[in-house]
């Protein structure tokens, strides 16, 4: 198929799995002639690619597609798509509801995207395509321009079906992807340029669990470190239950392996956590936490963390609050708990009010702020090595980099810069960012 010049739109809500996803469907559909627009008021094809884990990022995505209808109404030869988890989750109902949306896609499908938007071009719309393959797809598209930092999928789905959690619905069972096609596609990426991966799925930490024979996550990681030229390991999302002493280790011997862990907590209280169906207490969350403190003493550790879930009371928000102020997280993501229709929880009573949500919410947050804020004025006057990433966004002559633990650098410095490796030393810790000054090159 050829779609010369013709232009597509995504708007991506979720997750990197989401945004990762993105990429691919749009370097599918690259290698088909069409082109990305940034414009939607430009597009031949607009998609959202949707979320579904809570409710306000899925009804961003209705708002989305209510846009795009009207943009229809002046190009009616335009294309309209839903993809992602909604679309797993809706499936045809969508079509039923939307009459201006020519297809759904689910995220296990994405493969089939260039055939589906074939046959809409041709006038065949209307369809639905969703489920999942058996098996992790072997080869998957690499983006066509070269990537300075770059996803890498390494297992999709997820098994542990927590009590609140619609992603085991939407995104099926663990399937984990063969290490010898990972390698691969990380040598691929190292020689177009890329220096820094970070290796995703749902439940990064129990990759091949079901595989005989296959590497083990952690030897996954030693396998990666040896790739020349790949500067920085980075992986995304863990689970504690399957955070495995081993792994913890890893973060001593893998040269490569950058000093952040992603651990979501989600409760400080037994008795949550039990609800959730997350299979660990808050007694063997510490203990982690201080194990991988031993071992490696400068790590990040960032977490998501819920408020307000069916029956947390006053004893039980005060635990997480606790548990907040005794891990010290360099950065949290939390939310208010949401009902999602399929999951468990969705049918319990005890939900909390929506003002109880919104206070727990903002003591939480108040507290983080505090502690980044510390943590960040802490870091000042050391020396850090940062990844250049781009230009800062708020002024044109200072640059952005990360540092191994995660944390966001802007200092002085010229676009000539993008992509080396550097040392600063810290100015100043503000809010959500570090101040610096260029030291030298690694
Ligand atoms: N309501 C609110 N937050 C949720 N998350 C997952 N499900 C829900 C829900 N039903 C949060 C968890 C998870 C993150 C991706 O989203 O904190 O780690
Ligand atoms: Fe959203 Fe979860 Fe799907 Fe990611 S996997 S897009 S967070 S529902």
């Keep these: 198929m050829c779609a010369m010049g013709r232009l597509v739109y995504i708007k991506t809500f979720g997750c990197q799995m989401n945004e990762h996803d993105s990429e691919r469907m749009l370097a599918l559909l690259e290698g088909c002639g069409y082109r990305e627009t940034k414009h939607v008021e430009e597009a031949d094809v607009m998609l959202v690619n949707t979320c579904t884990v809570r409710e306000k990022p899925e009804k961003k995505a209705y708002s989305m597609v209510g846009r795009f209808q009207r943009l229809k109404e002046d190009n009616p030869h335009a294309i309209i798509g839903i993809t992602g988890c909604v679309a797993q989750q809706e499936g045809e109902r969508l079509l039923g509801g939307i009459p201006a949306l020519d297809f759904v896609l689910g995220p296990g499908k994405i493969h089939k995207l260039p055939q589906i938007l074939q046959d809409a071009e041709r006038g065949k719309r209307g369809t639905c395509t ?87 996550f952690p030897q996954l990681l030693a396998k990666i470190d040896e790739i020349p030229g790949l500067e920085r390991i980075r992986f995304t999302t863990s689970h504690p239950k399957d955070l495995t002493e081993e792994t913890i280790k890893a973060f001593e011997y893998v ?143 200072t640059m952005r980099g990360r540092t191994r633990c995660n944390r966001i650098i802007n200092f002085p410095g010229g676009s000539e810069l993008v992509g080396a490796l550097i040392t600063v030393q810290i100015t100043e810790g503000l809010q959500n960012s570090l101040r610096g000054e260029r030291c030298g090159e690694r």
């Design 130 to 216: 969703v489920g999942f393959e058996n098996g992790c797809p072997t080869n998957l598209p690499l983006p066509h321009r070269a990537q300075l930092r770059a996803y890498v999928t390494i297992m999709q789905g997820c098994d542990n079906f927590c009590s609140y959690c619609i992603v085991p619905m939407v995104r099926g069972r663990e399937r984990s992807r063969p290490s010898a096609a990972i390698l691969a596609e990380i040598e691929t990426l190292v020689r177009q340029g890329t220096k820094e991966v970070t290796l995703l799925g749902q439940n990064v930490n129990s990759y091949a669990k079901h595989t005989p024979h296959e590497l083990t």
């Design 255 to 397: 040269g490569h392996l950058c000093e952040h862990l992603h651990l979501p907590f989600q409760a400080g209280s037994n008795a949550v956590l039990e609800k959730m169906n997350r299979g660990h207490t808050r007694e063997a969350y510490l203990a982690q936490i201080q194990k991988l403190r031993e071992v490696c003493p400068q790590i990040g550790i960032t977490a998501d963390v819920m408020v307000g879930f069916p029956g947390e009371g006053d004893e039980d928000f005060d635990q997480t609050l606790d548990l907040i102020r005794r891990v010290e997280f360099d950065g949290l993501f939390s939310f208010k708990y949401s009902p999602r229709p399929g999951t468990r929880v969705a049918r319990w009573k005890g939900e909390c009010t929506p003002e109880v949500k919104q206070r727990r919410l903002e003591i939480l947050q108040e507290l983080q702020r505090g502690i980044t804020l510390k943590k960040n004025k802490e870091l000042e006057g050391s020396v850090k090595e940062i990844l250049v990433e781009g230009r800062s966004r708020n002024s044109p002559h």
